[in-house]
């Protein structure tokens, strides 16, 4: 588990291959990620969007952003945690993510950005 405290605000992340769902024959590999957000600040905040970087290794590389994640602007109070599971797709059986969520103190309305730390999708034959 790859594990960071930015802004007041701790994101955690845990990778899986899903082989159910890959294709190597056709350069295909998916993986789901984990990621906990819990706040550690003593106001409460919400999540209003997310950037990701995604880097294959063959070089490809896509962003994406949008609202909330997975349908939701989570709102979290002091101590309190939001857990969701979501999926990357890529060419290759290497590849990484980082990013970051713009949030949004609840008690002062003031926008602030938390980073999502990097971490490595790669399928486990790789890994030996």
Same mark, same amino acid.
């Given at each position: 588990?790859?594990? #960071?405290?930015?802004?007041?605000?701790?994101?955690?992340?845990?990778?899986?291959?899903?082989?159910?769902?890959?294709?190597?024959?056709?350069?295909?590999?998916?993986?789901?990620?984990?990621?906990?957000?819990?706040?550690?600040?003593?106001?409460?905040?919400?999540?209003?969007?997310?950037?990701?970087?995604?880097?294959?290794?063959?070089?490809?590389?896509?962003?994406?952003?949008?609202?909330?994640?997975?349908?939701?602007?989570?709102?979290?109070?002091?101590?309190? #945690?939001?857990?969701?599971?979501?999926?990357?797709?890529?060419?290759?059986?290497?590849?990484?993510?980082?990013?970051?969520?713009?949030?949004?103190?609840?008690?002062? #309305?003031?926008?602030?950005?938390?980073?999502?730390?990097?971490?490595?999708?790669?399928?486990?034959? #790789?890994?030996?």
């Amino acid at each position: 588990m790859i594990s #960071k405290i930015s802004q007041g605000v701790q994101i955690s992340v845990e990778i899986f291959y899903q082989s159910d769902y890959s294709n190597p024959v056709n350069n295909e590999y998916m993986f789901a990620y984990r990621i906990t957000i819990e706040n550690h600040n003593h106001f409460s905040v919400q999540l209003l969007r997310r950037q990701w970087y995604i880097f294959d290794s063959n070089g490809e590389h896509r962003d994406v952003e949008g609202e909330g994640v997975v349908g939701a602007q989570p709102s979290l109070s002091p101590g309190e #945690k939001f857990q969701y599971v979501s999926g990357c797709n890529l060419r290759t059986e290497m590849g990484r993510m980082h990013g970051f969520y713009s949030m949004e103190n609840l008690d002062s #309305k003031e926008a602030f950005t938390v980073n999502i730390p990097p971490f490595e999708m790669i399928v486990p034959a #790789k890994m030996n």
